[in-house]
């Protein structure tokens, strides 16, 4: 049996549009090392059906169809059932760069005992691709002194490290053992769950100057609803990062970051609302002590009941994106 190097998860709802062209762009690498597990996740469209007829032409494509359960639930059992000396995530609806896996290849035979690969993202649209530098860092390895830093109180430098899981490839036993601890399951915020803990366990982390990742700009991802499950997995993920920090015996001042951190997720959500959850409470310091501009004007928003400001911008917004991307 072919060794295999490479795993790619695709967690699949819904997307019959895309995930062709998704799959496709990994199987045109012509790779035979490389194994692609979709895991649909009880999609209601023809998503199950486009799978199954590529699969039926590609023996390395592994095919799981399960009840809906979310998204985290979709790449534990991805990662359960992969083969491969490394992990990778695509979604759905992007697709990745040609020379993903050589670029990677590089990379590996350079750093044999790196436990993380990240690399930088291109946005795209039917109108135009833009390169994204996604960590305010040096690119090589991360230094002990960042590592070290980013281990002890990630919520307050979380600029130096993403917590996109596409952008990155993972040792297998790094993440087979990262996921094995997580014992609940939410369909929001659960990339930064998965990234803290790998962060937490990883000994060995580069970035690297390329750009290998096409992430799709999409109308319906801008405009969806905000459902009540939105703040209930905040709160949910809330609580379990708590605990996890404490588990780690991460500082009182570690914890306080990532709590402020999940508030703006919250609060975030919750003036884009149509039917608004329970209210949390902010302290002034909060919005004193934030260093993001952007950030500090929704929380003045949120803090004096200024909703109908909030709802005039986001619309100019949408109207804005909606010229730039014309996307369906």
């Known amino acids: 049996m072919k060794t295999i190097k490479y795993s790619i998860v695709i967690p699949a709802y819904n997307i019959h549009d895309y995930i062709e062209e998704c799959i496709n762009s990994i199987l045109n690498q012509h790779r035979d090392d490389v194994e692609i597990i979709i895991v649909n996740d009880g999609s209601m469209d023809n998503t199950y059906e486009v799978c199954k007829k590529i699969k039926k032409d590609h023996p390395n494509v592994i095919l799981i169809d399960k009840n809906n359960s979310g998204s985290m639930d979709s790449y534990i ?25 050589r670029t990677l290849d590089k990379a590996i035979r350079n750093n044999s005992d790196v436990d ?55 040792r297998s036993s790094l993440i087979k053992k990262c996921i094995s601890e997580i014992n609940f399951r939410v369909t929001y915020f659960e990339d930064l769950y998965l990234e803290l803990l790998i962060l937490l366990n990883a000994k060995r982390i580069i970035y690297i100057n390329d750009s290998l990742y096409n992430y799709r700009l999409r109308m319906s991802s801008v405009t969806h609803t905000v459902s009540s499950k939105v703040f209930s ?66 929380l003045v928003m949120y803090k004096f009941r200024l909703d109908w400001l909030f709802n005039m911008a986001f619309r100019l917004r949408k109207q804005k994106i909606r010229k730039e991307i014309l996307f369906k």
């Open 77 to 101: 059992v991805g990662v359960k059932k992969s083969h491969g000396e490394y992990i990778g995530f695509v979604d759905s609806d992007d697709c990745i760069e040609d020379g993903y896996f």
């Open 116 to 170: 993380v690969i990240m690399f930088d993202y291109n946005k795209f649209s039917k109108k135009q691709k833009e390169l994204f530098k996604v960590n305010h860092i040096p690119y090589g390895k991360l230094s002990d002194e960042l590592l070290n830093q980013l281990q002890k109180n990630y919520f307050a430098i979380y600029e130096k490290y993403s917590f996109y899981r596409w952008n990155k490839i993972y």
């Open 233 to 298: 997995d905040n709160r949910l993920v809330k609580k379990e990062l708590s605990q996890l920090l404490v588990s780690y015996n991460k500082s009182k001042e570690s914890i306080e970051s990532m709590n402020e951190y999940m508030d703006y997720g919250y609060i975030r959500y919750y003036l884009r609302a149509k039917e608004k959850p329970s209210r949390i409470h902010i302290p002034f310091k909060m919005i004193l002590n934030n260093k993001h501009k952007s950030h500090n004007k929704l």
